[in-house]
């Protein structure tokens, strides 16, 4: 006798047919194909009636701790996207952290990681060059005396976040919403670097370089340098970094020295920096033009292939908010009616308006308290509370609005071949009793 399928083997396998099973024609969850979709959650679905017609439970469609777990020492069991190069995220519910601790950063290579630099890290050299009257090469430890030391909340999030929502699939690493840290960060202002060298007119983009070798091993080879707008580079809170959380920065993460670009793609924050270039006109190196951390300026059809000669550059990240405080997959005692909740939220060079939360699969809100940010492009911490009407499956779905009015996304939108700006809104399975 041939077994029968269960629903979340057959959403595996055969979505489309999947979603014809258990919705039907007119998209009502119910009967036979409610009861399969609740055993297979290990649950009743108290608002399955306010169910979006197809919606895949976010229990089935995000299996809690499907992914291999890095092990590696003075890091945290992050998830573990790739090895070569290393790229690991950092599960949502290890993001609760006003400040990420170190060992909790995702961690995202381009090449290899090189060795650690032997020396007295005050004598680590860099070199702003280019579009400018007097070209300095300096020690950090020249830097450190010479210009003003700060010390910033700073986000870094990955232009690739989010990147696992897109449909069909995209390239590149399999990002959940974990591709972000909140770091204390302490350096200088790359601005002071570059007035000290004198920009001249033309000096109009950035160039950033840095020590870490090519995959292949090839010396002639960079693993990654971009740039970026000068005006950019001259904001207050864009550093050159020499300090995380108070203490000389890891080498995973860009020992002795790097950039910090918070609000824009991390790819333009370069680890081991060694060299900033001032140009006339865009940088053109690897990481840069064609599809490369680019984004359409039309939409495109999913899955359709392009060079990217109409696209442009990204650069603020998108509005995002997560829940932190509890993580995917929890189950809660039977008879909790009042859940609290906090996480954090962002939006690149844009503040937080306000983050929603919702139980009932998107049918009301419910406003949740948003703090202020200690500083520019610092994340905000939000919190508040929500009820339950019973026991069951339910999702939590966080719900962040920016500035400017930019809300997140049910899906995620703009569909790119590389997967950049993915933020639809966050999806939290928890099963009650």
Not at 157 to 165: H, K, L, Q, Y
Not at 284 to 298: A, E, F, I, K, N
Not at 379 to 402: H, K, M, N
Not at 405 to 432: C, D, E, F, K, S
Request: proline letters at 8%.
């Amino acid at each position: 006798m041939a077994r029968e399928r269960a629903l979340h083997e057959l959403y595996a396998e055969d979505p489309e047919r999947a979603d014809a099973l258990a919705f039907g024609r007119r998209g009502a969850l119910k009967g036979p194909a409610l009861a399969a979709m609740g055993a297979a959650l290990g649950a009743t679905i108290p608002f399955s009636a306010k169910m979006p017609a197809g919606l895949l439970p976010a229990a089935l469609a995000q299996p809690a701790g499907a992914a291999p777990l890095l092990r590696m020492d003075g890091k945290a069991p992050l998830l573990l996207l790739g090895e070569r190069p290393l790229v690991a995220e950092t599960p949502e519910a290890m993001l609760d952290d006003d400040v990420t601790p170190v060992d909790k950063f995702f961690v995202r290579n381009n090449g290899q990681v090189p060795e650690r630099f032997a020396g007295d890290p005050k004598s680590w050299r860099f070199r702003l060059d280019g579009e400018v009257d007097t070209p300095l090469d300096l020690t950090l430890g020249e830097m450190e005396s010479r210009f003003e030391v700060v010390t910033l909340r700073l986000q870094m999030e990955c232009g690739g976040n989010g990147r696992s929502a897109f449909v069909p699939e995209t390239r590149g690493n399999q990002w959940g919403n974990g591709a972000i840290s909140h770091g204390e960060w302490t350096g200088v202002r790359l601005r002071d670097v570059i007035r000290a060298a004198g920009p001249r007119e033309g000096a109009r983009f950035t160039a950033h370089f840095g020590a870490d070798p090519h995959l292949s091993g090839d010396t002639s080879r960079q693993a990654i340098n971009r740039g970026m707008p000068v005006a950019k580079a001259m904001e207050d809170t864009t550093l050159i970094a020499f300090r995380l959380n108070g203490q000389p920065i890891p080498q995973l993460h860009g020992y002795p020295l790097r950039m910090v670009t918070p609000g824009w793609p991390g790819s333009l924050s370069q680890k081991w920096l060694t060299r900033v270039m001032l140009r006339a006109t865009p940088h053109d190196g690897p990481g840069m033009g064609g599809t490369s951390y680019r984004l359409p300026v039309r939409p495109i059809v999913p899955g359709s292939s392009t060079n990217g000669a109409d696209f442009q550059d990204m650069t603020s990240m998108p509005v995002r908010g997560l829940l932190t405080s509890i993580a995917h997959g929890t189950r809660m005692p039977a008879g909790t009616r009042q859940i609290p909740l906090r996480g954090q939220a962002w939006a690149g060079d844009r503040t937080v308006r306000a983050v929603d939360v919702s139980t009932d699969f998107g049918a009301s809100w419910t406003a949740m308290q948003v703090g202020a940010p200690p500083n520019r492009h610092a994340w905000q911490r939000w919190q508040g509370t929500v009820a339950l009407p019973s026991d069951g499956y339910f999702e939590i779905w966080t719900r962040a609005t920016d500035s400017e009015g930019r809300m997140q996304p049910h899906a995620a939108a703009n569909w790119n071949p590389q997967g950049y700006g993915a933020n639809a809104m966050a999806r939290t399975a928890i099963l009650v009793g």
